[in-house]
T-cell receptor
Framework: DAGITQSPRHKVTETGTPVTLRCHQT?????MYWYRQDPGHGLRLIHY???????DKGEVSDGYSVSRSKTEDFLLTLESATSSQTSVYFC??????????????FGPGTRLTVL | AQSVTQLGSHVSVSEGALVLLRCNYS??????LFWYVQYPNQGLQLLLK??????LVKGINGFEAEFKKSETSFHLTKPSAHMSDAAEYFC????????????FGTGTRLLVSP
């Protein structure tokens, strides 16, 4: 158990509303990631963080923003949710060995439905 | 840019049969390669990884994979399937940029019949 929790686990919202997903880790890892999983696409990187207040865009960042004010929390915000953002969202942390090929540990996921 | 291709979105085997899940990658530099497994309604769990050294990598639950640079492949195998192996399997590649950004394949769902 890598000590990663995601909240909420399930959410249904309406188009145009803001949504924030939270990832919390207890392992004091530097690197954190947000992915979305969609059928036929596998997992795609949305944003990642390499330290407090240090974040960068991934492959599918349009419509998403992130914040990391504390080591343990990485927030993903949909400023104005759209139906295309209906997905399962996974948070991950990078192993602390610090070398190439570090494993990433994944949280349990958040299933988001935008109506 | 890196990419991963997993041939076959679904693979069906009988219990006790050989499991072979295919993964081909594209990378401009020596890659780091991973296989993850996802059971229903759960997150992903690492099965095995290749970084450097021995090209045959052994993982958990009896799985192994062989890195073949000439074929740009990293196929996952298990000699004898078990019902509990039914899950979705993802191949992923990373380049050593320091940020360890993973690029995943589209996944292969393994179905195991009795």
């Amino acid at each position: 158990d890598a000590g990663i929790t995601q909240s909420p686990r399930h959410k249904v919202t309406e188009t145009g509303t803001p949504v924030t997903l939270r990832c919390h880790q207890t392992e004091n890892h530097r690197y954190m990631y947000w992915y979305r999983q969609d059928p036929g696409h596998g997992l795609r990187l949305i944003h990642y963080s390499y330290g407090v207040k240090d974040t960068d865009k991934g492959e599918v960042s349009d419509g998403y923003s992130v914040s990391r004010s504390k080591t343990e929390d990485f927030l993903l915000t949909l400023e104005s949710a759209t139906s295309s953002q209906t997905s399962v969202y996974f948070c991950a942390i990078r192993g602390i060995a610090g070398g190439p090929g570090d494993e990433q540990f994944f949280g349990p996921g958040t299933r988001l439905t935008v109506l | 840019a890196q990419s991963v291709t997993q041939l076959g979105s679904h693979v069906s085997v009988s219990e006790g049969a050989l499991v072979l899940l295919r993964c081909n990658y594209s990378s401009s530099v020596p890659p780091y390669l991973f296989w993850y497994v996802q059971y229903p309604n759960q997150g992903l769990q690492l099965l095995l990884k290749y970084t450097t050294g021995a090209t045959l990598v052994k993982g958990i639950n009896g799985f192994e994979a062989e890195f073949k640079k000439s074929e740009t492949s990293f196929h996952l195998t298990k000699p004898s399937a078990h019902m509990s192996d039914a899950a979705e399997y993802f191949c992923a590649v990373s380049e050593d940029t320091g940020f360890q950004k993973l690029v995943f394949g589209t996944g292969t769902r393994l179905l195991v019949s009795p």
